[in-house]
């Protein structure tokens, strides 16, 4: 990790409890791909297949840590929709959410609590790379923040 935050491919926010690390989020350029047979925004006539997105590389937390994980997701989003969406067109945040059939562990079920969806909901199981694809659509959040900095402004 730290030699591709040196490289500038990520950039890594950490959370310390004291001088202990409580857990750490990546996030890096991603792009989502659609399909002719799903468009991704296809009931907004948009005819692109492919879209800007921010990725959720790496995300870890320390077991003692109740709640870092679920918080640097949540300011994940919003750091997204408040900072990135304005400035470079992002509409999407996308993880790999790792499947391992070996072990039974999915992690999907987790980001999907937060709204995430599968990018290829077709997907066959287990597979090929280990990882299956999700995405969030920030548009909402992005509109919900606009609304209330309209809201709280001076006229």
């Not at 730290?2 to 959370?15: H, K, M, N």
């Not at 919003?78 to 067109?89: D, H, K, T």
């Not at 280990?130 to 006229?155: E, H, K, V, W």
């Amino acid at each position: 990790m730290r030699r591709d935050v040196e490289s500038s491919l990520c950039t890594c926010w950490i959370i310390r409890n004291n001088n202990d690390l409580a857990g750490y989020l990546t996030l890096s350029a991603d792009k989502l791909s659609a399909t002719d047979r799903e468009p991704l925004l296809g009931d907004e006539d948009v005819p692109y297949q492919s879209f800007p997105a921010v990725k959720i590389g790496l995300l870890a937390s320390d077991d003692r840590a109740k709640g870092v994980g679920k918080a640097l997701v949540l300011w994940a989003l919003e750091y997204a929709a408040i900072e990135i969406s304005p400035r470079l067109g992002v509409r999407f945040m996308t993880v790999d959410a790792l499947y391992d059939p070996d072990t039974g562990y999915d992690i999907s079920g987790y980001y999907a609590r937060f709204g995430f969806q599968y990018a290829n909901p077709g997907e066959f199981l287990p597979p090929a790379d280990g990882y299956r694809t999700m995405y969030f659509d920030l548009l909402p959040l992005i509109q919900a923040f606009a609304s209330s900095a309209d809201t709280n402004s001076c006229s």
